[in-house]
């Protein structure tokens, strides 16, 4: 299944004249849905998370310059 578009990449309807003339473009689109997430991947997306999350707190103390670790 695919969408015809005209020159501005808009959806037209098969009976408009850019497509009776050619001018449109052919543009097929992807009805399958999108495959769903194994354990594995989503693990590496929760610890690149959780990494990302405790950089930014790293960086925030490192700019305030709290070395007491215990209060957090």
């Known amino acids: 299944m695919g969408l015809f578009t005209d020159g501005k990449g808009r959806p037209e309807l ?8 050619r001018r449109a473009r052919y543009r097929p689109v992807d ?3 999108e495959p769903e997430e194994t354990p594995k991947q989503r693990v590496r997306r929760e610890l690149k998370v959780r990494l990302s999350a405790e950089k930014r707190a790293r960086e925030k103390k490192e700019k305030t310059g709290d070395t007491n670790p215990q209060q957090g």
Not at 14 to 21: A, E, G, M, S, Y
């Open 14 to 21: 098969v009976v408009n004249p850019d497509i009776l003339l």
């Open 31 to 33: 009805d399958e849905p």
